[in-house]
T-cell receptor, first 118, second 112 residues
Framework: GAVVSQHPSRVICKSGTSVKIECRSL??????MFWYRQFPKQSLMLMAT?????????EQGVEKDKFLINHASLTLSTLTVTSAHPEDSSFYIC??????????????FGDGTRLSIL | GENVEQHPSTLSVQEGDSAVIKCTYS??????FPWYKQELGKGPQLIID?????GEKKDQRIAVTLNKTAKHFSLHITETQPEDSAVYFC???????????FGKGNQVVVIP
């Protein structure tokens, strides 16, 4: 149980392209999803917290107009990297909090999206 | 905010031996401590977690201990196998919006 599917797993595109990444909780409802960015051999850096039906909360230094987040249902959140540039190349990972009626429930991660901007 | 420190950064063990990774945290209000295993090119996988109302939790070859007074928690892997080779991350959260503060990760290498 508690499977999170992230798609696509790999994207290679030209500079200026917008890229959409999907994160789905397959067998549970997730009122809260999180988006992280990870550089090689480094830890996970939280970009934003996404709550179903409301605006995402972005971490300091993360451009909300650059990284658009939509959480339209209890099982789907999307991250759109707008007008991507080479410096946006990274490993993007989503996680979903398994809702059980109280706070501090496990976060389950997707397998990440490797984004490469040429 | 919460600061999680993780030691050592790299750990090599012989197959069959035990591996221990330690983490310290700064926020005494943190009450949830998960451990994740990340294999190359994949997302982190939750392997075990512990809440502040218990001091130890075990799941087969994996155990986690928590010392709230000293603000540190440890992951113990017994009878290590080559498939245990991965990067392990500890994290801490104080509830509310459940934002996790991650350690920097520990590369565990199990030598056959």
């Amino acid at each position: 149980g508690a499977v999170v599917s992230q798609h696509p797993s790999r994207v290679i595109c030209k500079s200026g392209t917008s890229v959409k990444i999907e994160c789905r909780s397959l067998d549970f409802q997730a009122t809260t999803m999180f988006w992280y960015r990870q550089f090689p051999k480094q830890s996970l850096m939280l970009m934003a917290t996404s709550n179903e039906g409301s605006k995402a909360t972005y971490e300091q230094g993360v451009e909300k107009d650059k990284f658009l987040i939509n959480h339209a249902s209890l099982t789907l959140s999307t991250l759109t990297v707008t007008s991507a540039h080479p410096e946006d190349s990274s490993f993007y990972i989503c996680s979903a909090e398994e809702y059980r009626g109280s706070s501090n429930q496990p976060q389950h991660f997707g397998d990440g999206t490797r984004l490469s901007i040429l | 905010g919460e600061n999680v420190e993780q030691h050592p950064s790299t750990l090599s063990v012989q197959e069959g031996d035990s591996a221990v990774i330690k983490c310290t945290y700064s926020d005494s209000a943190s009450n949830y401590f998960p451990w994740y295993k990340q294999e190359l090119g994949k997302g982190p996988q939750l392997i075990i977690d512990i809440r502040s109302n218990v001091g130890e939790k075990k799941d087969q070859r994996i155990a986690v201990t928590l010392n709230k007074t000293a603000k540190h928690f440890s992951l113990h892997i017994t009878e290590t196998q080559p498939e245990d080779s991965a990067v392990y991350f500890c994290a801490a959260s104080r509830g509310g919006n459940n934002r996790l503060a991650f350690g920097k990760g520990n590369q565990v290498v199990v030598i056959p």
